[in-house]
């Protein structure tokens, strides 16, 4: 008899992971891998040492990943990665899946491949305990505000992805991630359409298309949030119009509890060479922490 690849790793060392997405702590931080990619880009280090990275260094103890990460979706290496955030106490929050097609693509046939390119994440997530697996809402016209099919379409994709990890307890979320779904109505559109209890957004407070207002998108859709991006600008390079702690304070008073994901990344200057690898990381380092203090002073309350 056959046995599919989905079976595998729900069951044997993947049955642990069943019931894994309960609920999350309440207000807790966890750090989003792809605040570390330019030095993972520059060979700085390799997923399986991120665990120890984010102990030792960061002083975190929970991980959003990044499927682009991930040398071998193999179940060894699966077993490998869970074992090396097993051995220093951090969990694993999310699953950001990326380059996997085209969820809201005109074409049927098209978005049913982008479902199925998304079902080897969505087995992944579950067998590293995940609570959820982001994915994105891309394709259908370039005027997205001229494509009024577009949020029906990807309403039929999370359906079939919902339908996959039914008995995971995995939430299926979506992130504001440029243009149309980084457009709060069409977001706010979708979760109703889809209307499942294991759906939702992943509210990143910077990702917004040229010229909103990120604070006023934000709001609009934090009631739909299963998960928060922590972004902005602080200190020297404070913009009044993307200001951190202003952000992190809307998203607190919206009702927003869970994991804030540290999303940052160093910010350069227009022209500035890049930095080489280690000076890179140490950047990385820096930038996370300074993050991490402005939501362990304005929501966790320490300091």
């Keep these: ?107 049927k046939a098209e978005r049913h491949q982008a479902a199925i390119a998304h079902r080897k994440w969505i087995d992944i997530a579950h067998y590293l305990g995940c ?58 559109a979708l979760v109703k359409k889809v209307d499942h209890p294991r759906f939702g957004l992943l509210c990143d407070l910077g990702n917004w298309n040229r010229g909103d207002d990120r604070y006023a998108n934000s709001k609009r859709i934090l009631p739909y949030a299963k998960g928060l991006s922590v972004k902005g600008t602080w200190g020297a390079s404070l913009d009044p119009a993307f200001d951190c702690e202003k952000l992190v304070k809307i998203a607190l008073d919206g009702g927003y509890a869970g994991f804030w994901g540290l999303e940052v990344t160093p910010r350069r200057a227009q022209g500035e060479a890049k930095l080489p690898a280690d000076e890179q990381f140490e950047s990385e380092v820096r930038t996370v922490l300074e993050a991490k203090a402005i939501v362990e002073r304005v929501v966790l309350k320490q300091g």
Excluded at 10 to 23: C, F, I, N, S
Excluded at 26 to 49: H, N, P, R, T, V
């Design 1 to 107: 008899m056959e046995i599919s690849r989905r079976k595998v790793l729900v069951t044997g060392a993947g049955a642990a992971a069943l019931g894994a997405a309960a609920a999350p702590a309440q207000q807790a931080i966890s750090l989003a891998a792809w605040s570390f990619s330019g030095s993972f880009f520059q060979g700085k280090w390799k997923l399986l040492e991120l665990p120890g990275i984010l102990r030792n260094r960061l002083q975190i103890t929970a991980l959003e990943h990044v499927n682009q990460f991930f040398e071998n979706p193999t179940l060894t290496y699966q077993q490998k990665l869970k074992k090396a955030c097993a051995d220093q106490g951090v969990r694993s929050t999310i699953l950001m899946v990326d380059s996997e097609g085209s969820t809201a693509a005109v074409d």
């Design 131 to 188: 609570i959820s697996v982001r994915c994105n809402v891309y394709g259908g016209a370039e005027d997205w505000k001229k494509d009024p099919d577009l949020v029906n379409r990807a309403a039929e994709t999370m359906h079939e992805m919902l339908d996959y990890s039914q008995g995971s307890g995995l939430n299926i979320i979506v992130e504001n991630h440029g243009r149309a779904s980084s457009d709060p109505e069409v977001l706010a």
